[in-house]
């Protein structure tokens, strides 16, 4: 995990696919938030994970990406930071 304080999040938003995939595996969207807004990135290679190191400071964009039982869920939170969206990877 990233040593920062707790990253804003703006305005939350969940697709419908990512509210479904969630809901089949048992995930509440409110944990996955929670691990983005802490930095953990969940599974990114170490490119995204310098990404976000680097856009922390800067404002750039932040990304995450949890496995589960279900499928894959992405975080992504806008550089101005005034929203965070939960979806699965096949509607980016």
């Known amino acids: 995990m990233v040593d920062l304080a707790r990253l804003g999040l703006g ?3 969940a697709t419908p696919g990512a509210l479904d995939l ?3 595996a048992g995930v509440p ?14 599974h990114l290679g170490d490119g995204d994970r310098l990404a976000n190191k680097l856009a922390l400071p800067g404002g750039a964009q ?3 990406a949890y ?13 101005d930071r005034s929203a965070t969206t939960v979806l699965l990877p096949s509607k980016y």
Request: proline share 0%; charged share 20%; hydrophobic share 50%.
């Open 11 to 13: 305005r939350t938003l």
């Open 22 to 24: 969630a809901g089949r």
């Open 29 to 42: 969207l409110a944990s996955v938030l929670d691990r983005h807004a802490a930095g953990d990135w969940g």
């Open 62 to 64: 932040l990304f995450s």
């Open 67 to 79: 496995q589960t039982a279900a499928g894959r869920l992405w975080v992504i939170t806008e550089a």
